[in-house]
């Protein structure tokens, strides 16, 4: 069965930094893309960042680029999110998915989420 | 950036009947798009991938179509447990993957 288990959400003060972990079992984590998606309260989706499987090509919302870093291990079947100079706009629930793959690639589109961890920026 | 709007925002039905959720793209993403459903609480959950692919277990009630610009998720007979947030998001253009502001779907 695939799971996806984010932690490291806690509360933390405007300009300080966090980081988020996801640990994926049920899966060849090495094979796959993988995601940060994060809901704040009240609003809808916003993808964050996606990191290939081997590291290679990673990508950022320009909201968060410069400020968040995505990484991953795959000898430990872990994602991370290191989140700095952080803003109250951050504030949200930030969610790991899986891209699926296909002989074609990733797909785009994501087909397993974790639960969430929430992330509070506010002093 | 490809940006997503659903409508309507809010739609309540009453169980058995037909919910029709609307999304359209602000330029084509062809068929590569996806729709999800999301309970407060829990993880979002994938229904339909390539507009009308229904995901492993889904429930033969959901259904996707359209391609292009303008896409529709419809729920045959609603149930009750059907109640919830529904997004779209587009895969044919990225970075940035984007999602709509979702639908939120009440049983009457």
């Known amino acids: 069965e695939v799971q996806l288990v984010e932690s490291g959400g806690g509360l933390v003060k405007p300009g300080g930094s966090l980081r988020l972990s996801c640990a994926a079992s049920g899966f060849t984590f090495g094979s796959y893309t993988m995601d940060w998606v994060r809901q704040a309260p009240g609003k809808g989706l916003e993808w964050v960042s996606s990191?290939?499987?081997?590291?290679?090509?990673?990508f950022y919302a320009d909201s968060v680029k410069g400020r968040f870093t995505i990484s991953r291990d795959n000898a430990k079947n872990s994602l991370f999110l290191q989140m700095n100079s952080l803003r109250a706009e951050d504030t949200a629930v930030y969610y790991c998915?899986?891209?699926?793959?296909?002989?074609?690639?990733?797909?785009?589109?994501?087909?397993?989420w974790g639960q969430g961890a929430l992330v509070t920026v506010s002093s | 950036e490809i940006v997503m709007t659903q409508s309507p925002a809010t739609l309540s039905v009453s169980p058995g009947e037909r919910a029709t959720l609307s999304c359209r793209a602000s330029q084509s993403v062809s068929n590569n798009l996806a729709w999800y459903q999301h309970k407060p609480g829990q993880a979002p959950r994938l229904l339909i991938s390539?507009?009308?692919t229904r995901a492993t277990g889904i429930p033969a009630r959901f259904s996707g179509s359209g391609s292009g610009t303008e896409f529709t998720l419809t729920i045959s007979s609603l149930q009750s447990e059907d109640s919830a947030v529904y997004y779209c998001?587009?895969?044919?253009?990225?970075?940035?993957?984007?999602f709509g502001q979702g639908t939120k779907v009440e049983i009457k």
């Open positions: 390539g507009a009308s």
């Open positions: 990191i290939v499987s081997t590291s290679t090509y990673i």
């Open positions: 998915a899986r891209q699926p793959l296909t002989i074609f690639g990733a797909q785009g589109f994501f087909d397993y």
């Open positions: 998001q587009q895969y044919n253009n990225w970075p940035p993957w984007t």
